[in-house]
């Protein structure tokens, strides 16, 4: 029941079509560019200047260290803070919550599934054995592919968006289900391509009420298959059950230690939102990272759509980065997060030796 009046808060609080305007977004950004192709040798490591922190996520922006800031003695369970939100123009004319113009010509139009719908890349998605790496996002369609896009990353993509009254925990609530979504994907692109396609990598995206899709596949053993998990300004716990706060957040706890030590990618980030009835997502951020033994780092920079990052943490391959902003506009921009998170995960993907 818990999950189920969260969900519907977080759709009501941010109507879907009203935020992000998908038919208007159907209907346009059908322009595109081509996907440049690897480098031909690696970038050297960038280093950090003196008051400044590299930030692997997106390693050519780093980040400068706010030392002046100092944060809450109970950091872990304060409320967030700037509350401010920037209008159009001082965020240099952005509108996050109408449709963005991108490129797309580099990837197919997007196709159904049985449950939601798919894109790949017009070349150059399959290895040499036929596996692709495939991204599963709940909660955004267009928006994602804009992302997907700019981060130049070759990737299906499977978005599944649902309405105001459905809930993604269904989606993923047995391995079964899970498992299902895979073989369509595989058994839909190998009928298109005229030869085997089958799943390499797999990683969970999501932005707002999608997360609860996430955190029921994250409690099924099938977890285990899932390589990366990308959580955009969507964690969300009960505040004031606080052993029902904590059962919720087990399972990214659980996966987000695995991915500080290496073993899997994990990219969480969040606004400065404060929700009157949930724990905001600063708050759930702050507990996954206090449960790993860290402290996230004051900073600032100017990031995507107006968005002013303000805090940092890195560990291994989990991340958490956290912006200003409390009003609709900035849980839209969070969406442009997408294409760093994306870019990262593609070059943890790269490092891997080729089955």
């Given at each position: 029941?818990?999950?189920?009046?969260?969900?519907v808060f977080?759709?009501?609080?941010?109507s879907l079509?009203?935020?992000l305007?998908?038919?208007?977004?159907?209907?346009r950004?059908?322009a595109?560019?081509?996907?440049?192709?690897p480098?031909?040798?690696?970038r050297?490591?960038p280093?950090?200047a003196?008051?400044?922190?590299?930030?692997?996520i997106?390693?050519?922006?780093?980040a400068r260290i706010?030392?002046a800031r100092?944060s809450?003695?109970?950091?872990?369970?304060a409320r967030?803070?700037?509350?401010?939100s920037?209008?159009?123009?001082?965020?240099g004319?952005a509108?996050?919550c109408?449709?963005?113009r991108?490129?797309?010509?580099a990837?197919?139009?997007?196709?159904?599934?049985s449950?939601?719908?798919?894109?790949?890349?017009?070349?150059n998605?399959l290895?040499?054995?036929?596996?692709?790496?495939?991204?599963?996002h709940l909660?955004?369609?267009d928006p994602?592919?804009?992302?997907?896009v700019r981060?130049?990353?070759?990737?299906v993509l499977?978005s599944i968006t649902?309405?105001?009254n459905?809930?993604?925990?269904?989606?993923?609530?047995?391995s079964?289900?899970?498992?299902?979504?895979?073989a369509?994907?595989?058994?839909?692109?190998?009928?298109?391509?005229?030869r085997?396609?089958?799943v390499?990598?797999v990683?969970?995206s999501a932005?707002?009420?999608?997360?609860?899709?996430?955190?029921?596949?994250?409690?099924?053993p099938?977890?285990?298959d899932?390589?990366?998990?990308?959580?955009?300004?969507?964690?969300?716990?009960?505040r004031?059950?606080r052993?029902a706060?904590?059962?919720?957040l087990?399972?990214f706890?659980?996966?987000?230690?695995?991915?500080?030590?290496?073993?899997?990618?994990?990219?969480v980030s969040?606004s400065?939102?404060?929700?009157?009835?949930f724990?905001?997502?600063?708050?759930c951020?702050?507990?996954?990272?206090?449960?790993?033994?860290?402290?996230?780092e004051?900073?600032?920079?100017?990031?995507?759509?107006g968005?002013?990052?303000?805090?940092?943490?890195s560990r291994?391959?989990?991340?958490v980065r956290?912006h200003a902003g409390?009003?609709?506009?900035d849980?839209?921009?969070?969406?442009a997060?997408l294409?760093?998170?994306?870019?990262?995960?593609?070059?943890?993907?790269a490092?891997?030796?080729?089955?």
């Amino acid at each position: 029941m818990r999950r189920a009046a969260l969900a519907v808060f977080l759709i009501g609080f941010f109507s879907l079509a009203g935020a992000l305007g998908w038919q208007a977004f159907q209907a346009r950004a059908r322009a595109a560019s081509v996907l440049p192709g690897p480098s031909a040798a690696p970038r050297p490591a960038p280093s950090a200047a003196p008051g400044e922190l590299v930030d692997p996520i997106s390693p050519g922006r780093p980040a400068r260290i706010d030392a002046a800031r100092a944060s809450s003695a109970d950091w872990v369970k304060a409320r967030p803070g700037f509350q401010a939100s920037r209008s159009s123009a001082a965020r240099g004319g952005a509108e996050p919550c109408a449709p963005q113009r991108v490129d797309t010509r580099a990837f197919e139009e997007w196709a159904p599934l049985s449950r939601g719908r798919y894109i790949t890349p017009k070349a150059n998605f399959l290895d040499a054995s036929g596996r692709f790496n495939l991204v599963i996002h709940l909660h955004g369609d267009d928006p994602v592919r804009r992302e997907l896009v700019r981060s130049e990353q070759r990737f299906v993509l499977l978005s599944i968006t649902l309405g105001p009254n459905q809930g993604y925990a269904p989606l993923f609530s047995s391995s079964r289900a899970y498992q299902a979504v895979i073989a369509e994907i595989e058994q839909t692109l190998s009928k298109r391509l005229g030869r085997s396609a089958r799943v390499r990598h797999v990683a969970l995206s999501a932005w707002s009420a999608g997360f609860v899709g996430v955190e029921a596949a994250l409690a099924q053993p099938v977890s285990r298959d899932v390589d990366g998990v990308i959580l955009i300004d969507g964690l969300h716990a009960p505040r004031r059950d606080r052993s029902a706060f904590e059962a919720q957040l087990k399972p990214f706890i659980d996966y987000a230690a695995r991915a500080a030590a290496g073993e899997r990618f994990m990219f969480v980030s969040h606004s400065s939102i404060d929700p009157p009835d949930f724990a905001s997502t600063t708050e759930c951020a702050h507990y996954l990272i206090a449960a790993l033994g860290g402290k996230p780092e004051p900073v600032r920079r100017e990031d995507a759509l107006g968005l002013e990052l303000v805090e940092y943490f890195s560990r291994g391959d989990f991340h958490v980065r956290g912006h200003a902003g409390n009003d609709k506009a900035d849980h839209c921009a969070e969406l442009a997060v997408l294409r760093d998170a994306y870019a990262a995960l593609g070059r943890r993907w790269a490092r891997e030796p080729k089955p």
